[in-house]
């Protein structure tokens, strides 16, 4: 049998006559609810409503699917129209029905985002439409306009996903059936009387003037900027010149999270965000990738390492997952050998992080001291020759020596469990407070440092630990 899915429009008088043709050969009439002033277009036919579902529906995804099988359901009987209000378009049970049958016939209404934005005025002939109860999946956009707004929760949702996009100050639109009015974003749930008519209408200021941002724009500040007449510092830059920048922000962010401030880490997370932003943009002028490819690389990648999440993988503890990360990172980049997995590690990276991260790898194929003991013992073999070798004075033997004994320190730190790039950044801190402190004993004692013997540098070197024990 048919279905024929039509469209009430917004108010009554909203029927079109392709809708009313439809209506008067009609078999079998249903109402999705007899609540909305748009189903007093019906008053003059035989319409079941289907009122006594949203009672017994505990959400608005177990209602429309109710709603869904009602109407397939008598569909089997004979033909239907199934009407709601709105735009078919904007009905998630129609959008059901629509996936199970295949015989189906839509005759569209006005829908209540169009409603909603003639009122409103928008100057945008572009907007995101979207109903209240999916207002947390909506993207950034340029305009939006959102219905069924129908309580103070659904509004308070709405005013917070509106908030991130537009920035809670930015004057909206807000509708009541025919009625309009200025309020602002962070107001949405401060209204009274919600009903199914309600609707929130939302622009964008021009660029400059927006309240908040998105990634989007990030890459077209910068493609401003690079454009003619743009900044000749930011036109000039390359993927070489800019590498290091990449670097130092990496640090000033690692460093406002060990200093614990909030707002550092903020600003230092935007940096980052922009030296990525910017290689995007330059590789796009290349032809070679934008930054939505490299977004989209990155999460299908994090899709493909955590199969023990979104595949057939099991990883109950934080190690068994890192197992699956690491067995799923060495498939992904095609790298069969150990030796390919050594490889790639970057050798650019700080000294310690990248011995820690080779020996790590090479660890992996069984070659590996058996405890932090045997490690530690053969460290000692190197620091005989390194010993030898400055006895002796050859320059490239103490370089090759001294290589070897800060390998094996890494290598028994390793294996003792430690994060060696960690500790000796810890441990360097340490002694440099300590020796500030010893400093300040000293020349609060009136004497001068590079004056002191060593048994009575020894004490002020321990008084300065003392010290910093009880501060």
């Given at each position: 049998m048919k279905i024929t899915l039509i469209g009430l429009g917004v108010g009554e008088g909203g029927l079109t006559l392709e809708a009313k043709r439809a209506l008067d050969g009609a078999s079998r009439i249903l109402a999705r609810t007899s609540a909305t002033s748009s189903f007093a277009s019906l008053k003059q036919y035989d319409v079941q409503t289907l009122d006594s579902l949203f009672s017994s529906s505990r959400t608005f995804d177990s209602l429309n699917k109710k709603l869904a099988k009602e109407v397939l359901a008598a569909a089997k009987q004979s033909d239907v129209c199934y009407c709601v209000d709105g735009g078919v378009c904007e009905d998630e049970a129609c959008r059901i029905i629509c996936s199970k049958s295949k015989n189906v016939r839509i005759i569209e209404g006005v829908t209540k985002s169009s409603h909603a934005a003639a009122l409103a005025k928008l100057g945008r002939a572009e907007y995101l439409a979207a109903s209240a109860y999916a207002a947390e999946g909506i993207k950034s956009c340029n305009a939006a306009v959102i219905y069924d707004i129908d309580g103070d929760y659904i509004a308070s949702v709405v005013k917070q996903r509106l908030s991130d996009i537009f920035g809670e100050d930015t004057v909206c639109t807000f509708i009541r059936g025919e009625s309009v009015k200025k309020i602002k974003v962070y107001e949405i749930d401060r209204q009274k009387n919600y009903d199914y008519s309600c609707a929130?209408?939302?622009?964008?200021?021009?660029?400059?003037?927006?309240?908040?941002?998105?990634?989007?724009?990030?890459?077209?500040?910068?493609?401003?900027?690079?454009?003619?007449?743009?900044?000749?510092?930011?036109?000039?830059?390359?993927?070489?010149?800019?590498?290091?920048?990449?670097?130092?922000?990496?640090?000033?962010?690692?460093?406002?999270?060990?200093?614990?401030?909030?707002?550092?880490?903020?600003?230092?997370?935007?940096?980052?965000?922009?030296?990525?932003?910017?290689?995007?943009?330059?590789?796009?002028?290349?032809?070679?990738?934008?930054?939505?490819?490299?977004?989209?690389?990155?999460?299908?990648?994090?899709?493909?390492?955590?199969?023990?999440?979104?595949?057939?993988?099991?990883?109950?503890?934080?190690?068994?997952?890192?197992?699956?990360?690491?067995?799923?990172?060495?498939?992904?980049?095609?790298?069969?050998?150990?030796?390919?997995?050594?490889?790639?590690?970057?050798?650019?990276?700080?000294?310690?992080?990248?011995?820690?991260?080779?020996?790590?790898?090479?660890?992996?194929?069984?070659?590996?001291?058996?405890?932090?003991?045997?490690?530690?013992?053969?460290?000692?073999?190197?620091?005989?020759?390194?010993?030898?070798?400055?006895?002796?004075?050859?320059?490239?033997?103490?370089?090759?020596?001294?290589?070897?004994?800060?390998?094996?320190?890494?290598?028994?730190?390793?294996?003792?469990?430690?994060?060696?790039?960690?500790?000796?950044?810890?441990?360097?801190?340490?002694?440099?407070?300590?020796?500030?402190?010893?400093?300040?004993?000293?020349?609060g004692d009136g004497k001068n440092i590079t004056q002191l013997l060593d048994d009575e540098l020894n004490v002020y070197w321990w008084r300065a630990g003392n010290a910093l024990k009880e501060d």
């Open positions: 929130v209408a939302v622009e964008q200021p021009e660029f400059l003037n927006k309240a908040r941002y998105d990634y989007a724009d990030l890459e077209q500040i910068i493609r401003m900027l690079r454009a003619p007449g743009g900044c000749p510092w930011d036109r000039a830059q390359t993927c070489e010149s800019i590498k290091g920048n990449v670097i130092e922000e990496a640090y000033e962010l690692a460093d406002a999270v060990e200093r614990g401030d909030g707002d550092g880490i903020e600003e230092e997370t935007g940096d980052i965000l922009l030296q990525a932003a910017f290689y995007s943009v330059l590789k796009s002028e290349q032809g070679a990738f934008n930054g939505g490819d490299a977004l989209t690389r990155v999460i299908k990648k994090l899709i493909f390492r955590h199969s023990h999440i979104f595949g057939g993988d099991k990883a109950s503890t934080e190690s068994e997952a890192l197992g699956v990360w690491e067995k799923n990172k060495a498939e992904g980049k095609g790298q069969k050998a150990f030796g390919e997995r050594v490889a790639a590690v970057p050798r650019n990276f700080p000294s310690c992080t990248y011995a820690q991260k080779v020996l790590k790898r090479s660890a992996e194929s069984g070659m590996d001291f058996l405890s932090p003991v045997s490690a530690a013992e053969s460290m000692q073999d190197d620091v005989k020759k390194l010993i030898g070798a400055a006895i002796s004075g050859d320059e490239k033997e103490i370089f090759n020596a001294a290589g070897d004994v800060l390998l094996s320190a890494v290598n028994t730190c390793r294996l003792a469990g430690a994060d060696c790039e960690q500790s000796l950044r810890a441990a360097a801190f340490r002694f440099a407070e300590r020796f500030i402190k010893c400093e300040q004993l000293i020349v």
